[in-house]
Structure formats: structure tokens, C-alpha cells
């Protein structure tokens, strides 16, 4: 077997070790569930793009901002979601 046939094969088996996931992911009825953690800026964005879907349920949302996850919470379509925010853990000290 060269590294050709070796490469077209080793993609076959993993597209097919993937499907299942995928296929239980959107089975017809059921929601995918999310939770973001980080919703400032560029989360926001993903959370905005994600939560448009009418398959998907946002179910937390975390930042260390309460402004940021105020205004997340908007984007989820007011769905009832757990909102946590997290301490912030990092001192910095300027010298």
C-alpha cells in the first residue's frame, strides 16, 4: 500500500466514525444544545451566528463582564438559560 491509497483510506474510516455523531447531533425533533463561555467581542459574534438556528437551545452562558452577558443574554432570544458569571482571576500589577 502506498501513502496515497494509505491517505484515501484513513479518510474514509474517520468520515465514517464521524457520521454517527453528526447524525445523532440533528435527529429530527431533537435540539442541539450549547453553552459559551467568554461572550464578549468575538464570542458574541459566535454566539450571535449559533443562536440563530432554530435546532439549537442555548442553555449557559459565562463571562467575567455583567455587561457582556447582559447583552449576550439578549442575543439567545431570551431562552432560559443559566447566566454565570465568572471571577476574574488574573491581578495585574504595573510596575
Known amino acids: 500500500m502506498n501513502k496515497r491509497e494509505f491517505l484515501k483510506s484513513a479518510a474514509a474510516v474517520s468520515s465514517f466514525a464521524l457520521l454517527p455523531n453528526a447524525a445523532w447531533a440533528f435527529q ?3 435540539k ?3 453553552a459559551h463561555i467568554g461572550v ?3 464570542g458574541a459574534e459566535d454566539l450571535s451566528a449559533i443562536s440563530s438556528h432554530s435546532a439549537v437551545d442555548v442553555v449557559a ?3 467575567v463582564d455583567s455587561v457582556n452577558l447582559s447583552k ?5 432570544r ?4 443559566s447566566l454565570i458569571i465568572a471571577p ?3 491581578k495585574w500589577e504595573m510596575k
Do not use: F, I, S, V
Request: charged share 30%.
Open 28 to 30: 429530527k425533533g431533537k
Open 72 to 76: 449576550a443574554h439578549k442575543h439567545t
Open 61 to 63: 452562558l459565562c463571562d
Open 40 to 42: 464578549g467581542n468575538m
Open 78 to 81: 431570551e431562552q432560559e438559560c
Open 32 to 34: 442541539l444544545r450549547t
Open 88 to 90: 476574574c482571576l488574573m
